[in-house]
């Protein structure tokens, strides 16, 4: 007999932020099972809930409520208003999310937006979900190479970041060899892996106007991406030289590869979101668990108004649940 698909995690996010709602809205799309961790009483102001004591139990409850692991807040919450108090509680979802994930009884997680600003208030150390949850999961096994690297995705673009939030000004002494190479290789075994797709075709995004244009207006192409690009094609990695970024993301550019490494954050996430500014997903490769998010904040401007969009958080849930399928498939 075959055995059920686990469902997945799904974290409440801040729940001064959109979170609660997105999540309340994603459920009645159904577009796969799902287990929030989280707040109950708080999720019931937005849907019916029905609390359950293990994931197992989801799937039962799903049709009819969101099944919630139910791990109370220990502060009022004001929507719009984030508060440091919230933080423990936070961090805690995300921890029990993982520990799912690791035993077995999830296929993967989904996160709903979180703040940075109230829970380094509250010490958290962290710059966000992706090296928390890298941290969480450092001392579990992974015989692939090990990230995190962040890949934004929409439509048919997967874009992969070298550096995340990195300033501008510091960003050339990032982009060094060693670490493009090495989100070279997760994004590699990541695509085969997690995406099926058995000869990824990586492209490489430039750091200089027009690719340095031979040296002309920049040395870390030649310097840099060249070399890395040309050790990497020596292992058996399809990559490509650094490509003029302005030319990297039109109709046509895109079919040519299945991820592109960009450099900083805004040469990756301005295409992502000018090609679906709704439906972007938040993808953290390398990590011994499945994990996705919406590619969007925490929205406190309309948060508790009902008009936040769930489009993000259901594409989210579609991409985790076909990743976590393929690992379960390979296991």
């Not at 490509?243 to 079919?255: G, I, K, S």
């Not at 406190?300 to 936040?308: K, S, V």
């Amino acid at each position: 007999m075959t055995r059920p698909r686990p469902p997945l995690a799904l974290s409440m996010g801040d729940p001064a932020g959109v979170g609660p709602e997105i999540i309340a809205a994603a459920w009645k799309a159904r577009p796969c099972p799902f287990v929030v961790v989280g707040d109950a009483r708080m999720m019931a102001e937005h849907a019916p809930v029905e609390v359950v004591t293990d994931p197992g139990s989801a799937a039962a409850a799903f049709e009819r409520a969101i099944p919630v692991l139910d791990h109370p807040l220990s502060a009022p919450v004001t929507p719009g208003q984030p508060d440091p108090a919230h933080a423990p509680a936070i961090t805690g979802w995300i921890e029990s999310a993982v520990r799912l994930c690791l035993d077995g009884s999830v296929g993967g997680m989904v996160t709903a937006p979180i703040a940075k600003a109230p829970l380094y208030q509250a010490g958290f150390r962290f710059p966000g979900h992706t090296e928390f949850i890298a941290e969480l999961t450092a001392y579990t096994p992974w015989r692939q190479t090990r990230g995190p690297v962040m890949m934004l995705t929409a439509r048919d673009l997967r874009a992969c970041l070298v550096t995340i939030h990195t300033p501008l000004s510091q960003v050339p002494e990032m982009v060094t060899a060693e670490r493009v190479s090495r989100v070279a290789r997760v994004v590699h075994e990541a695509l085969i892996r997690d995406f099926g797709i058995a000869r990824p075709r990586l492209a490489l995004a430039g750091l200089n106007p027009h690719a340095g244009e031979g040296g002309s207006i920049g040395l870390e192409e030649q310097e840099v991406l060249i070399p890395a690009a040309t050790a990497l094609r020596a292992e058996g990695l399809d990559i490509g030289d650094p490509r003029p970024a302005d030319t990297l993301f039109h109709d046509e550019a895109r079919a040519t590869y299945d991820a592109v490494l960009c450099l900083y954050h805004d040469q990756a996430l301005i295409p992502v979101k000018t090609l679906d500014f709704w439906g972007g997903v938040n993808v953290s490769l390398g990590l011994p668990v499945v994990r996705t998010s919406p590619d969007h904040g925490t929205g406190f401007d309309i948060a508790g108004r009902g008009i936040a969009r769930p489009d993000s958080l259901i594409a989210a849930l579609t991409l985790a649940r076909t990743m976590a399928d393929r690992r379960i498939a390979a296991a």
